[in-house]
């Protein structure tokens, strides 16, 4: 049991990082009350950025991406896990840095780990992974925000990406009229099999920047993009309408002025999946594996290896994922 394999990134002479899979040795690992046997993780945007040398999200290389990481404890110190125990870890530190879920072993904290909720398997929860649990709690933002069914149209931004596209299903599953953005209109097919009823160009959402306010048009949003798209979504609001905001893939800041607030009531909701209380991630994942399971995950999943993982990183940061990627460890 001391030698498993992981994704290695390193930083070389140049500045120019690199990626390739390594043996490493369990007794390399930090120390932590549980030791996890990974079976399963999944490729999100910021495993990309750890893995590309952004030091936003992991300031010392070298180092072992993925923020997701599900699989059975090996070891534990502490009496609320035991060797056996199917586990999950999201977020916290996993994966930035503290080694994560692209090697096929982790240590950490419990109080990073939830046990695997009934109704859930670990290849589904890793199908889902910290994208389905940030669309999930987007969605629970807005419907505690008033936004139901009969509001009206609900947008979602960068719909073919991983929290994207999950969101979708989830909303158009909830019985929402969904309206997807993206830049991509040659998966508008793969939207409306999701739920999408409505297929918008995300160079529309661009327009009208210079503006104050924007036509009302939807009732609540999901936006993963965030920069001037972010605050136009907000323009475009219907009274009293909401927007949950988790990504920056279009910039971190924008423009924007009072007046959407204050002459239409509406609301910017801010949704963190990273370092929100234990107790609200259990309750979002029993969600997801109850009352909001979603059929048909398959559909915008594809599966690769530890070994297909500097490929598929080079493909999500070019723009080029669509849906989910998930990743098996053996």
């Given at each position: 049991?001391?030698?498993?394999?992981?994704?290695?990134?390193?930083?070389g002479?140049?500045g120019a990082?690199?990626?390739?899979?390594?043996?490493?040795?369990?007794?390399?690992?930090p120390?932590g009350?549980?030791l996890?046997?990974?079976?399963?993780?999944s490729?999100?945007?910021?495993?990309?950025?750890?893995a590309?040398?952004?030091?936003?999200?992991?300031?010392k290389?070298?180092h072992?991406?993925?923020?997701?990481?599900?699989?059975?404890?090996?070891?534990?110190?502490?009496a609320q896990?035991a060797a056996?125990?199917?586990v999950?870890v999201t977020?916290?530190?996993?994966?930035?840095?503290?080694p994560?879920?692209?090697?096929?072993?982790i240590?950490?904290?419990a109080?990073?780990?939830?046990?695997?909720?009934?109704?859930?398997?670990?290849?589904?929860?890793?199908?889902?992974?910290?994208?389905?649990?940030?669309?999930?709690l987007c969605?629970?933002?807005?419907e505690?925000?008033?936004?139901?069914?009969?509001?009206?149209?609900?947008?979602?931004t960068?719909?073919?990406?991983?929290?994207?596209?999950?969101?979708v299903m989830?909303?158009?599953?909830?019985?929402?009229?969904?309206?997807a953005s993206?830049?991509?209109?040659?998966?508008?097919e793969?939207l409306?099999?999701?739920g999408?009823?409505?297929?918008?160009d995300?160079?529309?959402?661009?327009e009208?920047?210079?503006?104050?306010l924007?036509?009302?048009?939807?009732?609540?949003?999901?936006?993963t993009?965030?920069?001037?798209?972010?605050?136009?979504?907000v323009k475009?609001?219907?009274y009293?309408?909401?927007?949950?905001?988790?990504?920056?893939?279009a910039?971190?800041?924008?423009?924007a002025?009072?007046?959407?607030?204050?002459?239409r009531?509406?609301?910017?909701l801010?949704?963190?999946?990273v370092e929100?209380?234990?107790?609200v991630k259990?309750?979002?994942?029993?969600k997801?594996?109850?009352?909001?399971?979603?059929?048909?995950?398959?559909?915008?999943v594809?599966?690769?290896?530890?070994?297909?993982?500097?490929a598929?990183?080079?493909?999500?940061?070019?723009?080029?994922?669509?849906g989910?990627?998930?990743v098996?460890l053996?």
């Open positions: 049991m001391g030698a498993f394999k992981a994704l290695w990134v390193t930083e002479e140049n990082f690199a990626q390739q899979v390594v043996e490493r040795q369990i007794a390399d690992l120390a009350e549980v996890v046997r990974v079976k399963y993780s490729l999100n945007y910021k495993d990309a950025l750890s590309s040398g952004n030091r936003g999200v992991t300031r290389y070298p072992t991406p993925g923020i997701d990481a599900a699989g059975v404890v090996e070891e534990s110190s502490v896990f056996g125990d199917e999950i977020g916290y530190d996993l994966g930035m840095n503290t994560g879920g692209f090697g096929q072993y240590r950490v904290p109080a990073w780990l939830i046990k695997r909720p009934q109704g859930l398997s670990q290849r589904e929860s890793m199908m889902l992974g910290t994208a389905g649990l940030t669309a999930a969605v629970d933002k807005l505690r925000a008033g936004v139901t069914p009969a509001s009206g149209p609900v947008l979602v960068g719909a073919t990406g991983g929290v994207g596209s999950i969101a989830l909303l158009a599953k909830l019985g929402y009229t969904v309206v993206t830049g991509k209109p040659e998966q508008a793969f409306k099999q999701l999408a009823q409505e297929i918008v995300r160079a529309a959402l661009a009208g920047g210079e503006r104050l924007l036509k009302e048009q939807w009732a609540g949003a999901v936006d993009v965030g920069g001037d798209i972010l605050f136009n979504v475009s609001l219907q009293g309408g909401s927007v949950a905001a988790c990504g920056l893939t910039g971190a800041s924008f423009k002025t009072v007046m959407p607030f204050i002459l009531g509406v609301n910017l801010g949704v963190d999946s929100l209380p234990l107790a259990i309750a979002m994942w029993e997801l594996a109850g009352a909001w399971k979603l059929d048909g995950l398959e559909t915008l594809r599966e690769v290896g530890i070994d297909a993982l500097p598929e990183i080079r493909k999500i940061l070019a723009g080029g994922q669509t989910r990627v998930l098996s053996g």
